[in-house]
């Protein structure tokens, strides 16, 4: 089956996504501090979003812009694994507090009036001088993170560019947009496209802090993991992105790509979830997986996301698979029938990539790959998402995070504990029964005489 006939490729959306670029986190980068530092932008560019009529609602793209790789050579770049996924989650807790907050639905394509907010990772050394017209192979890097120069040259249009109003936050604009206007010179930016957000508290980067020499993490040739990813929520976007960071990119040409296999649970499994009949479609679930990873995956060279249709090479009723960056990257997403899926079928694997929740998951599968007599996968565990507020009481800054029972749960704390697909299918049967209610006309009753 083609991904057209699979509807695997969208229609365009009437709107562009709009980007926010973000400069280095503090350091030590947990909750309280990067909450200080992003919280004010992401609500201020979240909140400017918010109200729009867009079918499948706005998008915004957020680029944390630090020097997340190091190498001497550009085709052996490193990154810092545990770092790197920590940044994603902070960001992303960050990002459900504000939607709560807001009552404002964050899942992808959940429609009009909705902010999907997707996180890219992009490598800048605010000291690195760009070349005009800078726009190095992205190919030949290591990893799936890009640099800033490639990024300002393949990814656009936009329809706002958001910019934090504090020195490290003009001085990446700036440099974003000498970038940009070098190489999409026929995407002229009108002023009104650009719009200053407040900007979070600075804080200096301590060149002793251990965090600063973060020990690199060995990326791999085969990624694993397995989900449900009904209607694609944060938590899922934290999980997705967190796993490709772990794959190994081969340069241009090499003889096989990188994998990435997503084990997605087929729908006769989840006939007795609770609001079962609001549960996504295989085919829908898989076409949001790889159109997410597309943002994190996908280069554009010419028309940028305007024409950015999805790389899908094969699509059938248990298997889908996407190629990116000149078929270096495979991801492959196929449907799960059991507990294991392809981690037992398959012995040429590296990698399980589990979240808190399914980690006795990960050690029941090495059990059953060692009865096999197969190697055991390296499991890597993402950190759970945090959605809690923080509170600036007396002068101190407290976190009142999920599971905090000495607290009143606020509205946000009370949306973070349900930051899960079962709850968004409940919200969405209240919408249709409350809908149902008001549209059945009254009926008048009579007392007889």
């Known amino acids: 089956m083609s991904s057209a006939a699979s509807g695997a490729t969208p229609g365009p959306k009437s709107d562009p996504p709009s980007l926010i670029l973000l400069p280095p986190p503090p350091r030590p980068a ?16 979240i909140s400017r979003l918010r109200n729009n009529d867009d079918k499948e609602g706005a998008t915004l793209i957020v680029a944390l812009a630090s020097p997340f790789l190091t190498g001497q050579r550009l085709q052996h770049q490193t990154l810092s694994w545990p770092e790197a996924q920590t940044l994603i989650a902070g960001l992303y807790g960050i990002i459900s507090t504000i939607c709560a907050r807001l009552s404002l639905p964050s899942e992808v394509h959940a429609g009009p009036g909705s902010v999907d907010v997707r996180v890219v990772l992009v490598d800048h050394d605010p000291s690195r001088q760009y070349k005009d017209g800078s726009r190095p192979a992205i190919e030949t890097n290591n990893t799936v ?22 020195e490290a936050g003009y001085s990446l604009l700036t ?9 999409q010179k026929q995407t002229a930016l009108r002023q009104d496209q650009l719009v200053v957000v407040e900007g979070g508290i600075a804080m200096s980067v301590r060149p002793s ?16 993991l397995g989900g449900t990813f009904d209607h694609l929520h944060p938590g899922h976007k934290l999980l997705l992105h967190a796993a490709v960071l772990l ?36 085919n829908e679930r898989v076409h949001n997986v790889i159109e997410f990873l597309s943002t994190v995956l996908h280069v554009p060279t010419k028309e940028g996301w305007k024409r950015n249709e999805l790389p899908i090479t094969r ?19 196929v ?7 392809p981690t037992t079928a398959t012995e040429d694997m590296d990698v399980l990539v589990v979240s808190g929740e399914t980690r006795s998951g990960g050690q029941a599968v090495n059990a059953k790959r060692q009865e096999r007599g197969w190697h055991p996968l390296e499991v890597f565990e993402v950190d759970v998402l945090d959605a809690g507020e923080e509170e600036e009481k007396g002068g101190q800054v407290t976190t009142t995070g999920v599971g905090d029972n000495n607290k009143e749960p606020t509205k946000s704390q009370d949306f973070a504990t349900k930051i899960s697909s079962t709850a968004i299918r409940k919200q969405k049967a209240e919408a249709t029964a409350a809908a149902a209610a008001a ?11």
């Open 439 to 449: 549209a059945t006309p009254a009926i008048a009753t009579s007392t007889p005489a």
């Open 145 to 166: 993170i890009v640099d800033l120069a490639t990024f300002a040259s393949a990814y656009h249009p936009w329809k706002y560019i958001f910019h934090v109003n504090n």
């Open 175 to 183: 440099t974003y947009l000498r970038i940009f206007e070098g190489v």
């Open 209 to 224: 802090d251990p965090a600063h020499f973060a020990p690199q993490t060995n990326t791999y040739s085969t990624v694993c």
């Open 247 to 282: 794959l190994d990119v081969p340069e241009k040409g090499a003889k096989r790509p990188c994998r990435f296999i997503i084990g997605v649970t087929g729908d006769e499994l989840l006939k007795r979830k609770k609001y079962a009949e609001f549960v996504q479609s295989w």
């Open 335 to 341: 449907v799960l029938q059991d507990t294991f899926g």
């Open 30 to 45: 947990n909750r309280s501090t990067l909450n200080a530092a992003y919280r004010p932008p992401l609500e201020a560019a």
């Open 315 to 333: 699509w059938t009723d248990d298997e889908a698979i996407a190629h990116f960056r000149d078929g270096t990257i495979e991801v492959q997403c």
